[in-house]
């Protein structure tokens, strides 16, 4: 398994940005699939979206879809979820979660490791 740390939740207010981060540990970030999950209070986690091992394919939740974008860079074994025209219902805590071969998977169940989440809140 691989070890992940995210960073860059906050506060913010609607229709603003934020940049969450996912370092990763170990020297096969490659051969992982990456995704972010959320969940909020009183609610199942959720998948948000994932990508490829090397990046050249993506694809989201359609809640999320045109606002945020996952990428990668494999180089600095770091995954990255911006987030544009943020609104309320997207305050959750937010988790990075990766897997060698869960690609087109949405479950959580389907990932193997995750990170400890960073809180997202977005005030109206």
Do not use: H
Not at 4 to 15: T, Y
Request: net charge positive; with cysteine; hydrophobic share 35%.
């Amino acid at each position: 398994q691989v070890q992940l740390v995210e960073s860059g939740g906050g506060l913010v207010q609607a229709g603003g940005s934020l940049r969450l981060s996912c370092a990763a540990s170990g020297r096969t970030f490659s051969s992982y699939v990456m995704a972010w999950f959320r969940q909020a209070p009183g609610k199942e986690r959720e998948f948000v979206a994932a990508i490829s091992w090397i990046g050249g394919s993506t694809y989201y939740a359609d809640s999320v879809k045109g606002r945020f974008t996952i990428s990668r860079d494999n180089a600095k074994n770091t995954s990255y979820l911006q987030m544009n025209s943020l609104k309320p219902e997207d305050t959750a805590v937010y988790y990075c979660a990766a897997d060698r071969n869960r690609w087109g998977s949405t479950s959580p169940i389907d990932f193997n490791s995750w990170g400890q989440g960073t809180q997202v809140t977005v005030s109206s």
